[in-house]
């Protein structure tokens, strides 16, 4: 059974603090309010990690307008998958922000190189897992609320090991406790919970690795699915049986849905991109009313 340890609010800031103070110097286009509780809650090396003004000035977003703001929707955090910036999911944010969200309850950072690094390099880094779990952190701080995280691709195996916590398979560093508590809503869309089809054999570096890589036995995978129901109050996932990038199966089960979770859409025909882009109802649907429709 997974123990949640309660973690106070100066327990949290602190942690974020350790966790974020690995991570290569970054930055982006947060609101002036958000930024300044970054800066002022974590400093400039966090505030810079989050933002990633390095990538661009498309590379992060979230934050309220003026300190008078009021937000009426708990916040959501967009989490990209592979080679992605955040601003691949701009589609989404526009779709939220359609049906009433603001700035202050959609949040977003850029993981990783945007690209830089070929796909098939790329591969599940504890660095990533920080950034990811110092952002959960510190919306949940800067709202004052639970958040519903939406994670994409490969940001869903990443998200959860975020929320999970615990020791990173690599470089053995201790995250801290499970932010169970912190999560209502946990979305996984053509997520690459169980590994990736394209991995049936597993290569020594890279995407395909069996240590921090998506082949279905990598110790990545095994940590974040030896235990259940920790990423959130509700769980959800939708895939397709046509997803061209993770598959459908690998080592003989569905790579997708989450195990133990709430409930889940499978649906039939949709290539991986079409699965992200033209179910953002369904998704909207399973943060807000924690059901299909």
Not at 102 to 131: H, I, M, R
Not at 283 to 293: D, E, G, S, V
């Amino acid at each position: 059974m997974l123990r949640n340890k309660r973690l106070t609010t100066s327990g949290m800031l602190a942690e974020a603090v350790v966790l974020m103070a690995a991570v290569g110097v970054a930055s982006a286009d947060f609101t002036p309010h958000f930024r300044k509780f970054l800066h002022d809650s974590y400093g400039i090396p966090i505030t810079t990690s989050l933002e990633r003004t390095d990538l661009g000035m498309d590379s992060s977003f979230g934050g309220k307008e003026s300190a008078t703001e009021t937000p009426s929707n708990q916040a959501v955090i967009i989490v990209h998958g592979i080679t992605n910036k955040i601003s691949r999911f701009q589609g989404t944010v526009n779709y939220l922000k359609s049906k009433g969200y603001k700035n202050s309850e959609v949040f977003g950072t850029t993981w990783g190189d945007a690209g830089t690094t070929p796909v098939g390099l790329v591969d599940l880094k504890c660095s990533y897992v920080k950034q990811l779990r110092a952002m959960i952190i510190a919306v949940r701080q800067y709202t004052g609320t639970q958040v519903d995280v939406i994670a994409y691709s490969m940001g869903a195996p990443l998200a959860r090991k975020a929320i999970l916590g615990g020791q990173c398979v690599d470089t053995r560093e201790i995250l801290g406790p499970p932010l169970t508590e912190l999560i209502d809503t946990f979305l996984s869309v053509a997520g690459a919970n169980h590994g990736s089809a394209l991995c049936v054999v597993p290569i020594p570096v890279g995407t395909c690795n069996r240590r921090t890589g998506l082949h279905c036995d990598s110790a990545f995978l095994q940590d974040i699915n030896s235990q259940q129901h920790y990423e959130g109050t509700h769980i959800f996932s939708i895939f397709s049986t046509a997803d061209e990038k993770i598959g459908f199966r690998a080592c003989g089960k569905p790579v997708s849905p989450i195990k133990g979770g709430t409930g889940y859409v499978k649906k039939v025909g949709l290539n991986h991109d079409q699965l992200m882009d033209t179910t953002l109802p369904l998704q909207k649907n399973f943060i807000t009313i924690h059901a299909p429709k």
